[in-house]
Structure formats: structure tokens, C-alpha cells
């Protein structure tokens, strides 16, 4: 099951952040698993309750109109183990996907071509996980290296979208 | 609780004529009539003298009459004549609600009136093009409009439900994406080298086919299903094309009216094709309806601890009921007032 995400469709945080994806999507309904930010500040991501503790990975991505942000990757230690990897892509380059392992693909700035099928533009962002492609052709298709979060959330095991 | 701002189906072009119809949609019972210049006229179903339905009244000219003691109300909703006497009371309106005829489909807008002005009525266009033909039903279902939504994005079922006429296994067995954009969703899956399903296998000539359908859910009413068939190989522009409209409007809390329109590019005319569609996809309705309210029983019986449990295919039912939540969540701010100033001390 991919997971197309348009920019417009991102989660407004009250701290000016944005959540980009998240498991359980919908909150509280089962246990939380993980979740994905962009955020101003690399500590200003939405807090969990105090009880729940959590990995966090991030990394500073520069996008393609010069402004920074933070990519914010959170996880249940139990659930997943999270990584974020900045990458400028100039031309193609191919994704690898691990088994029980969640895939996100942000695009830092427009015309990132996913699949030869899907284009991303400015902070829109792919996830892959379960049955999906374990491989991912990513192109640039446009002027100029293209600044690329992606984000890996390592399961411990099944790890999906939806819980 | 139901999102107003937007346009929703209220009937079909030819249920409204010069008799008044009534319909509950939103919750709200409305009366429809045309006026002598053709266009349709809303109004609140209930006179502001005592309350009577106006759908119990008659037509007089562009005007509509209470069947009770005549109070006439022109179609912006205001009072113009009390039979008894001549003064007409100031508080002698009912609301009128903006609508649009688009595409043999009436729309209402049952929220703010100035916000319809700058909405447009969503696209369907295939109901009249002669490019097309196309079978259609009215139902309405014994269900919420979200069980229905739930339904449409999530064709799994169609294995299962309507195994006998548009489902098999190709249906669940290949994988689905999500796009999620502005209060758009859709569910895209393509289905190679398949058997077509026993409908349109008789539809297309086809036994095996490379298939597809697009569930694109524009929140909060209206699903636009782009599916089709083409040979193994053959691109999808090249195929039988389809376009299922289905404009869901609640009527309540737990019923929804359904208006349904199958439109395809291939056979064009074709009297006995259309037959077989009605009849095949009416028996398909028939199934969904019954299912629904079925499920909406055990929804109403169910304990609040006990949700859901969503699978990767639901993916695009998860996405579009938090939509959902965030345009009631936005309409109960807009219409809350704002928080009084305290004046310092």
C-alpha cells in the first residue's frame, strides 16, 4: 500500500511543525508505533504522553528555496528502530527497502520523479511499507539536485502504515 | 453531525416538476419545486405560521402555497401573501437554500449561502455527454453516509459482496495507493492480466484483461470511480472506460441517499447492454444496502471500546474519516464565537 502525501494535505502542528505521516493515524486508537515531522526546530516536535518512551532520529534538510528543515523521526523502541538520510539527488538513483521496514521518501523541492509514475514536488512525501516494492527509482526531473529526506523505520518486526 | 459547506445531490433533474417534492437531507426536510422559468427553488419544508410542510402545499406560479391556511412564500423564502389578512408578519420567512442543476443532478448547499458562491459544483459531465451512456439508480440506504464512504474506498469487498457480478480475487490481491491531496482522496489499483469479473467479461467480450478502478473521494459527498479494462499489455487511455458517479448525501444521522450513475465510452447506445447494466449493477446496489444495514446495527450495538480494526487497505478509509473530522472540526470553529475580551483590570 503506498501512501501519496501532497504537501497540502500534511498535519498542522500548534508549534508550526507538521506531521507528515503517522502510526496509528488515527490517535489513540491503537497503540503508538511511529511517527514522522517536519519541524522548525529539531526539538519542537509534538509531544507524547509522558509514559511512552521513544527513539528519535533527524536531519537537517536544506530545500531547493534555501529554507531549512528538520526532519523528525520518532518511534516505540519495541516497534521500530528510526533513521533519516539526507540525499541531493542530480540525476537517478535506486532506493533499497528492507523487509519489516517503513519507507518514507520527502521531497525537498519540485519535480522528484517516483516510480517513473509519481511527482513529487515541494515537501510532498511517498511511504512505502508491507507488500510494496522493496526497491525505489527515484529521478530528477527537473533543473538542479533535488534535496531528499528519506526516513526508515526498521521493524522489529511486521511493521506497516496502518498498525 | 454533518459537514454543510458544500454542495451535496438532492435529487435527480427528473423528480423535481411543478408538484412539491419533500427530501431529508442534512437532517433538514426540504421542499423542491420548479419555477415557470425551469430552475429548481429549495425551501425549509415547514411554514412559518405553524409549522406545516410545505411540500403539503401547491405551486403558485414562482410562489408556494401552504396547504394549510395559504401563507404564500416566494422562492427566496419570504412571505408575499397571508390569505387571512393584509399585513404580512416580518418573521414570516423560511430559509431557502442555494442549489445548481448540473448534469441531469440538482445540488444543494445546506451551510453558509455566501460560501456557495465561490464552490464549484463538482464535475460530472459524463451524465450528459454523448461520448458516453450510462445506467443510473436513486436508493436510500438504511446506513450513515460513512459506512458508505468506508465501502467505496475499500473495493475489497467486492470479492465477497458482489462475487457474482463485479468482484474476485483480483481485487484483493493486488495492492492499492493512496493519494492524499486537499480534501481529495484517492484509491488507485491495477489489476494485470485478470479476469475481467463475470459482469464485464459479458459487458467487454473480454476473459482476461489487464483492469484497473480510481476511487477519487472529493470529501465530502462525491466518489468518482475512473475504471476500466484493456487488453493484456494495452494502455489504460486505450481500454473500455468507465466512470462511476456516486454523490452520497446523509439524510440522517443513519440513512443516506445514494445517486448512482455507471457511464461507459464503449457501446454507446447499446439498449440491451444498458438493460443488463441496470439490472446487474441495481442487484449490486441491492447488495451494498442490505450489507450496510446490516453493519449498521451491529455499529449501533457495538461498545465504544471496541473500534475498527483497519488493515493496509484501508488506508484511504483511514485517511478520509480524519479529513472528515477536520471539516467538521473547521466548521464548529467558524461558527463558534469568538472568545469575549476581558478588559484589564
Known amino acids: ?56 532520529a533527524t536531519g537537517a534538510m536544506a530545500l531547493a528555496d ?30 533499497c527497502r528492507g523487509l519489516h521496514e517503513v519507507m518514507l521518501v520527502v521531497a525537498g523541492g519540485p519535480g522528484l520523479l517516483v516510480e517513473g509514475r509519481h511527482r513529487l514536488e515541494r515537501l510532498d512525501a511517498l511511504v512505502l511499507e508491507g507488500d510494496d516494492p522493496l526497491t525505489l527509482p527515484l529521478e530528477a526531473d527537473g533543473a538542479g539536485p533535488i534535496p531528499i529526506a528519506v526516513i526508515r523505520l526498521k521493524g522489529t518486526g511486521q511493521l506497516g502504515w496502518v498498525p | ?166 468482484g474476485d480475487e483480483a481485487v484483493y490481491e493486488n495492492g492499492i495507493t493512496v493519494e492524499v491531496d486537499g480534501n481529495t482522496v484517492s484509491v488507485d489499483r491495477w489489476m494485470p492480466a485478470c479476469h475481467p469479473s463475470a459482469l464485464f467479461e459479458k459487458a467487454t467480450g473480454l476473459s482476461l484483461a489487464d483492469r484497473w478502478h480510481t476511487t477519487v473521494f472529493q470529501l465530502p459527498s462525491l466518489h468518482v470511480i475512473h475504471a476500466g479494462v484493456v487488453e493484456v499489455g494495452g494502455r489504460r487511455e486505450d481500454g473500455h472506460l468507465l466512470r462511476v458517479l456516486n454523490a452520497i448525501t446523509p439524510a440522517t444521522e443513519n440513512t443516506a441517499w445514494y445517486f448512482y450513475a455507471f457511464c461507459r465510452d464503449f457501446s454507446v447506445g447499446d439498449t440491451a447492454l444498458n438493460e443488463l447494466l441496470a439490472e446487474s449493477l441495481g442487484g449490486v446496489l441491492t447488495e451494498d444496502s442490505d450489507a450496510l444495514a446490516l453493519q449498521q446495527v451491529k455499529m449501533e450495538s457495538r461498545p465504544a471500546n471496541m473500534p475498527d480494526v483497519l488493515i493496509a487497505q484501508d488506508a484511504g478509509v483511514a485517511k478520509a474519516r480524519r479529513m472528515m473530522k477536520q471539516l467538521l472540526a473547521a466548521e464548529f470553529r467558524a461558527q463558534s464565537p469568538a472568545p469575549e475580551k476581558v478588559a484589564a483590570p
Open chain 2, 1 to 166: 453531525m454533518f459537514v454543510r459547506n458544500a454542495w451535496y445531490v438532492i435529487a435527480q433533474s427528473e423528480e423535481i416538476d411543478r408538484v412539491p417534492l419533500k427530501r431529508t437531507v442534512l437532517g433538514e426536510d426540504v421542499v423542491l419545486f420548479r419555477k415557470t422559468d425551469g430552475t429548481v427553488a429549495a425551501l425549509d419544508d415547514r411554514c412559518a405560521h405553524r409549522a406545516y410542510p410545505l411540500s403539503e402545499g401547491r405551486i403558485v406560479g414562482d410562489n408556494i402555497q401552504c396547504g394549510y391556511h395559504g401563507f404564500e412564500y416566494n422562492c427566496a423564502g419570504v412571505c408575499v401573501r397571508v390569505p387571512a389578512q393584509a399585513r404580512i408578519p416580518e418573521r414570516a420567512v423560511v430559509r431557502s437554500y442555494p442549489v445548481v442543476e448540473s448534469h441531469r443532478w440538482v445540488w444543494i448547499w445546506m451551510g453558509d449561502a455566501a460560501l456557495a458562491k465561490t464552490a464549484e459544483v463538482p464535475d460530472t459531465h459524463w451524465m450528459t455527454d454523448p461520448a458516453w451512456d450510462r445506467v443510473t439508480h436513486q436508493r436510500l440506504f438504511e446506513c450513515s453516509a460513512d459506512l458508505i464512504h468506508d465501502n467505496l474506498l475499500d473495493l475489497t469487498h467486492e470479492g465477497f459482496l458482489h462475487e457474482s457480478t463485479i
Open chain 1, 66 to 95: 534555501g529554507s531549512l528543515v528538520h526532519v523528525v523521526a520518532r518511534s516505540a523502541p519495541a516497534e521500530a528502530v528510526p533513521s533519516v538520510e539526507i540525499h541531493h539527488l542530480a540525476d537517478a538513483m535506486e532506493l
Open chain 1, 1 to 56: 500500500m503506498r501512501l501519496l502525501l501532497r504537501a497540502n494535505a500534511h498535519r498542522r502542528e500548534p508549534g508550526g511543525g507538521m506531521e507528515i505521516a503517522a502510526s496509528p493515524d488515527t490517535r489513540e486508537r491503537e497503540r503508538w508505533q511511529w511517527d514522522v515531522h517536519l519541524a522548525a526546530d529539531p526539538v519542537g516536535e509534538a509531544p507524547l504522553p509522558a509514559s511512552v518512551e521513544s527513539l528519535v
